[in-house]
């Protein structure tokens, strides 16, 4: 089996930062990409940022130039580093992976973290 654990919510005051982290284990074969979703209140999971193996990286309109993803393939890792929080970005964050398993062949899978909460004061 395969688990997100992600890690670095918490309470921050606008404009300050926060540093997210999520560590993928198990029957892991390889991670091709791996993303940052969040979820407010009353709206929709949305797309934060996402980074491929080849590092090709991914952010939405309104956290570029804010926030930075990295991954560390070694240790099968994503981090995202927030700076310049708003009460905006507030949300539960979600780890997410698209990965094939060792003895599944070439099927990918998709798994999620529990999610952290980041909670941004004004």
């Known amino acids: 089996q395969v688990q997100l654990v992600e890690s670095g919510g918490g309470l921050v005051q606008a404009g300050g930062s926060r540093r997210l982290s999520c560590a993928a284990s198990?029957?892991?074969?390889?991670?091709?990409?791996m993303a940052w979703y969040r979820q407010a209140p009353g709206k929709q999971r949305e797309l934060v940022a996402s980074?491929?193996?080849?590092?090709?990286?991914y952010y939405a309109d309104s956290v570029k130039g804010r926030f930075t993803i990295s991954r560390d393939n070694a240790k099968n890792a994503v981090y995202l580093q927030m700076n310049s929080l708003k009460p905006e970005d507030t949300a539960v964050y979600y780890c997410n992976s698209l990965l094939t398993k060792t003895g599944g062949g070439r099927s990918e899978y998709t798994y999620w973290g529990q999610g952290t909460q980041v909670t941004v004061s004004s």
């Open positions: 198990g029957s892991i074969l390889s991670i091709r990409v």
């Open positions: 980074i491929t193996s080849g590092v090709s990286t």
